[in-house]
């Protein structure tokens, strides 16, 4: 097992942190219309909240990416500590 | 699978789930760490699928943090949020999601692109169950052969099975 999954990881490249912002911000851009730094200011205010794929397309996905913010990050640990 | 340590842990977990992937798309998987514990794992753009009747691609994303178990000391990758979407050129067609944090549905659910606006609530759903669907009911051909890509998706959808903590 251990050397399929280090066959397969030939094709996996990780992404640094300074660089996860240009990718939000591709793909705010193709989805939204806006930038990257844009849709997080508009994230963090709470403005897509109650949008789901429904109503803006890619939105969700665009949310999982964006890097996690004071608030999120608080909520991840209440979730970690509930799902253990 | 467990590891040792964390980056042990998350590379046996980029690299199954890219095994799972790698049934449809042979696409570059994105991992990113946003920070000391906080991880995603990404294609972007979308990958591409292969398909005789129609355009498609496969948009993922997983987010994920490291825990160590109590009783063996191993670490395990725990996944915090999914989404998973099969889309055409008229936009999403299918997709799977987990987004509690933020977003006013915080339970698992399915999205069908010909129903709007329903959150069909589902049991947490993993990529491997995801993958065979879209190649069951989605005409997504597989890149491998039958006998592989079956023994891989039922390997490492046991392997989820047995380590998810919930469903």
Request: glycine share 4%; charged share 25%; with cysteine.
């Given at each position: 097992?251990?050397?399929?999954?280090?066959?397969?990881?030939?094709?996996?490249?990780?992404?640094k942190?300074?660089?996860?912002m240009?990718?939000?911000?591709?793909?705010?851009?193709r989805?939204?219309?806006?930038?990257?730094?844009?849709?997080?200011?508009?994230w963090?205010?709470?403005?897509y909240?109650?949008?789901?794929?429904?109503?803006?397309?890619?939105?969700i996905?665009?949310?999982?990416?964006?890097?996690?913010?004071?608030?999120?990050?608080?909520a991840?640990?209440?979730?970690a500590?509930?799902?253990? | 699978?467990?590891?040792?340590?964390?980056?042990e842990?998350?590379?046996?977990?980029?690299?199954?789930?890219?095994e799972?992937?790698?049934?449809?798309?042979?696409?570059?998987?994105?991992?990113?760490?946003?920070?000391a514990?906080?991880?995603?794992?990404?294609?972007?753009?979308?990958?591409?699928?292969?398909?005789?009747?129609?355009?498609?691609?496969?948009?993922v994303?997983?987010?994920?943090?490291?825990?160590?178990?109590?009783?063996?000391?191993?670490?395990?990758?725990?996944?915090?949020?999914?989404?998973?979407?099969?889309?055409?050129t008229?936009?999403e067609?299918?997709?799977?999601?987990?987004?509690?944090?933020?977003?006013?549905?915080?339970?698992?659910?399915?999205?069908v692109?010909?129903?709007?606006?329903?959150?069909?609530?589902t049991?947490?759903?993993?990529i491997?169950k995801?993958?065979?669907?879209?190649?069951?009911?989605?005409?997504?051909?597989?890149?491998l052969?039958?006998?592989?890509?079956?023994?891989i998706?039922?390997?490492?959808?046991?392997?989820?099975?047995?380590?998810?903590t919930?469903?």
């Amino acid at each position: 097992m251990a050397v399929a999954a280090k066959k397969t990881n030939e094709r996996v490249k990780w992404i640094k942190r300074d660089q996860a912002m240009t990718l939000v911000d591709a793909r705010a851009k193709r989805v939204l219309g806006i930038s990257g730094a844009e849709f997080m200011a508009k994230w963090n205010a709470g403005e897509y909240r109650n949008l789901d794929s429904d109503a803006c397309p890619g939105v969700i996905e665009l949310a999982l990416l964006a890097p996690p913010t004071g608030r999120a990050q608080r909520a991840r640990k209440k979730q970690a500590r509930s799902h253990r | 699978m467990p590891g040792r340590n964390k980056q042990e842990a998350i590379d046996s977990f980029c690299g199954f789930f890219k095994e799972s992937l790698s049934c449809i798309t042979d696409s570059f998987l994105h991992p990113v760490q946003h920070s000391a514990n906080q991880y995603l794992l990404t294609y972007e753009p979308p990958a591409p699928l292969l398909c005789q009747t129609e355009d498609r691609t496969l948009s993922v994303v997983q987010t994920f943090s490291c825990v160590r178990e109590t009783d063996t000391s191993l670490w395990k990758v725990r996944t915090n949020q999914y989404s998973y979407s099969l889309n055409g050129t008229g936009g999403e067609i299918v997709s799977y999601h987990w987004h509690p944090i933020g977003t006013a549905v915080c339970y698992p659910h399915l999205h069908v692109g010909s129903v709007a606006n329903v959150h069909f609530p589902t049991a947490r759903i993993s990529i491997e169950k995801f993958i065979r669907m879209l190649i069951d009911y989605y005409d997504i051909e597989p890149l491998l052969a039958d006998s592989r890509w079956k023994r891989i998706l039922d390997k490492n959808n046991k392997a989820f099975d047995k380590m998810a903590t919930w469903h």
